[in-house]
């Protein structure tokens, strides 16, 4: 049977990308390695439009957002972490444990933070160091406007802008630069189209400075050690070179694709697939729906995993359940990097032969046929 | 040209492994991987020799010794960590940053430490709650002998025996649990023939306990994390999926090759290789030879840059180069994971033509025929 991964990481690897992975190996001191990661820092840059350094890590994303906190910041600096869900607590969690402190900011699941929430938490707090928020929480699908809460608290503090991007970068319009953020955080295995293992940190001007005086310790996920090797687009330890050199791969397709049309591509497939579902009678879970990822309730009657039990062995779809409090009652689609128009048609054909299998009423043909009307009749256009 | 890699990591990685990484991308949830993990973490215990958990970590060596550090210990415990080369000298850095607390046993580079040299110490420290030491230290080709280190150390004190493997693990016997050792860790991208970017961590009971207690703050390289997923054949963050596929791939190679014959395959070349170099008239660096990796002196006149340009552009061979004072002054031959006695007679072949090209006098032929000699007259029987 054909398999189909809709996953808000792992995602599909192209081809392409998987091949040049598959070549001979290369040493990371060799001038072949170091071409290669000269170009993969400049188009990183393009991915997250900035003219800062993006660091190459090689651990997973969560490992990145740590490489920051124990890099910026000292014990007992005050850090507000955003909590909207899975990720949203790991970033409280991990303050609490590095800087002994920190300012949870709890936000339901399903709904994003405001700007003016943050305000009021700046003014209540504002020897803040540090704001971290996620910019497309995976757990929940829900998706935060960070251009607002950037302008939000550059105008109420200085404090350090931290962007959670791991589910966001590629999918999401981010303007580092312009937009006047201070971290963002990917991970390979998100929009970037590739296996995990690398996380990707950009940092501005003020996060550097930070870095330059910030006393927790660190070694292996030391920002420093990375901006100094960074330099000579070199790495501090031995990096993950055949996902670097993937990575490559994958950076000359979004650029030969366009990161505006990258970003386009993810609203428009997100929503016909948002419409597909609700055609087919599911309600959406968020309220500020991400486009890198989709969830929905399971229709009352249908048990999560017999439904999915047909969804992936005999249609070959994986999907994301739900987590926590929702688990078995929701259930994520990713359409997150490598995906087009007819990927949304086949999922969501997918979910029509599974409630067809486990008689669930609903209208054959519904629920492509929406998917059609969206790209075609532009109801929702981009 | 056809390029040969003899570094000591990367390491060459054979074909059936680059093409099983080459597959589609599976979810790290998936009943499919989970097969996959569980059957890594068994093999993984042959390789170290071992019944207890070896923990797949998504980071490089070094990140897999700080995890022992960060997970092991409290602040102000006192670690003891010999160095006798570049990578000696991190994990020393590493105790001093994370515990506060490190003795450093300083080794001349090319020798390696004693029992009797570790015995002195942890009387001077009887405080000592654990030693850190390297097997096959990479920058001097220099070995340590384990099992009487191990053995020194358990009848003088109750400090937990932490071994660098990072180079030797799958090059040089090695029996976690008939040494009494509590804490091994190696790469991937070493003996095991893999690109890198997963750091494999092999934990005694004492070691296990003595995590449940430390007091170091962790969360991504938490071993604590990490030994909690392992129950259920899990990892605590989305890991390096296709190098975990890859890494299953070659266990089988080295399960099907036996690993006391892995051991004994290295051995072999490493004595045929030093042979060789010295049928060259080039000095061998160490007095205490790596399995994995030969460092010689260059000859008398031969100028390093114009050695490696040759060697490297008219013969496609690259070796490391000599490191910090040895800078210029040795190079290194490896050996280390997916070579045979056909890869050693061409290395020291290359060598000959390079010696040749730039004028150095030698007799030709003597370097691949002691290679031969080696091979055939088991002069260096194992």
């Known amino acids: 049977m054909k398999k189909r991964l809709f996953t ?27 071409e290669i990661l000269t170009r993969v820092h400049e188009d990183l840059k393009y991915l997250f ?11 997973s ?6 490489a920051t906190m124990v890099s910026m910041f000292s014990p007992g600096d005050k850090v507000i972490a955003v909590n909207g869900g899975k990720f949203g607590e790991r970033w409280v969690d991990m303050a609490r444990k590095y800087t002994g402190n920190c300012v949870e900011l709890k936000v339901e699941w399903g709904t994003s933070i405001q700007p003016d929430d943050i ?14 928020f996620t910019h497309s929480e995976t757990s929940t699908g829900t998706a935060t406007d960070v251009r607002a809460m950037a302008k939000a608290i550059r105008e109420h503090s200085d404090a350090l802008i931290c962007v959670d991007g791991i589910t966001a970068v590629g999918a999401h319009e981010l ?13 390979s295995q998100k929009g970037l189209m590739m296996p995990p293992g690398l996380a990707l940190v950009a940092l501005s001007e003020r996060a550097i400075k930070a870095i330059e005086t910030a006393k927790l310790p660190s070694y292996y996920l030391s920002l420093k050690k990375a901006l100094k090797s960074y330099k000579d687009n070199d790495t501090p330890f031995t990096p993950a070179v055949s996902l670097i050199i993937g ?16 970003w386009k591509r993810h609203q428009r497939l997100s929503a016909a697939c948002r419409t597909g579902c609700e055609a087919l009678g599911m309600r959406l879970f968020s309220n500020s729906p991400s486009f890198a990822v989709t969830p929905v309730w399971l229709p009352e009657g ?15 779809i994986t999907v994301a359940a739900g987590q926590d409090a929702y688990a078995g009652k929701i259930f994520r689609i990713s359409h997150l990097g490598f995906y087009d128009e007819l990927d949304m048609l086949a999922v969501i054909g997918a979910l029509e032969m599974t409630l067809k299998k486990i008689n669930h009423p609903f209208e054959v043909g519904s629920g492509v046929s929406a998917v059609m009307k969206a790209f075609l009749e532009e109801s929702v256009a981009v």
């Open 119 to 132: 305000i009021a938490a700046l003014k209540q707090h504002p020897d803040a160091k540090g704001v971290y």
């Open 175 to 187: 303007r580092f630069d312009e937009w006047g953020i201070d971290v963002c955080v990917t991970g």
């Open 302 to 316: 249908v048990e999560w995993k017999a439904f999915n039990k047909v969804l992936k062995l005999e249609n070959g």
């Open 61 to 66: 994303g969560t490992g990145g957002v740590e």
């Open 49 to 59: 439009q900035t003219k800062q350094p993006v660091l190459v890590l090689t651990c």
């Open 8 to 34: 808000p990481g792992p995602t599909p690897v192209p081809e392409q990308v998987m091949l040049r992975m598959a070549q001979p190996m290369i040493h990371h001191r060799n001038p072949e390695f170091m």
């Open 247 to 262: 990575l490559d791969e994958s950076l000359q397709m979004i650029k030969a694709e366009g990161i505006e049309n990258v």
